[in-house]
Nanobody
Framework: QVQLVESGGGLVQDGGSLRLSCVASGNIFSLNVRGWYRQAPGKQRELVATITSVGSTNYADSVKGRFTISRDNAKNTVYLQMDSLKPEDTAVYYC?????????WGQGTQVTVSS
């Protein structure tokens, strides 16, 4: 059984910063992809960023240059540093852990950016 627990969401003003964390526990295969996705009200869940077990990253165009994903394999933790936040970044952010034949999600953390 794998559990993902996110933290770090909250309310921030336009142009502000937040850092999200997601800790994974349980039987985790070492070769995996960690990611962050988000879902705004009335919209589909979308990719924000992913990072492989060897550190290769991928970002949505809308967050490139503003968000940074990183991971600490020893702590089974993935981070999302979000800078220059915009009101359109407001959403529930979900942590993801993906591996061969399995896929897990966290419960989500709310990020609200006020204008």
């Amino acid at each position: 059984q794998v559990q993902l627990v996110e933290s770090g969401g909250g309310l921030v003003q336009d142009g502000g910063s937040l850092r999200l964390s997601c800790v994974a526990s349980g039987n985790i295969f070492s070769l995996n992809v960690r990611g962050w996705y988000r879902q705004a009200p009335g919209k589909q869940r979308e990719l924000v960023a992913t990072i492989t077990s060897v550190g290769s990253t991928n970002y949505a165009d809308s967050v490139k240059g503003r968000f940074t994903i990183s991971r600490d394999n020893a702590k089974n933790t993935v981070y999302l540093q979000m800078d220059s936040l915009k009101p359109e970044d407001t959403a529930v952010y979900y942590c993801n852990l993906n591996g061969p034949g399995w896929n897990y999600w966290g419960q989500g953390t709310q990020v609200t950016v006020s204008s």
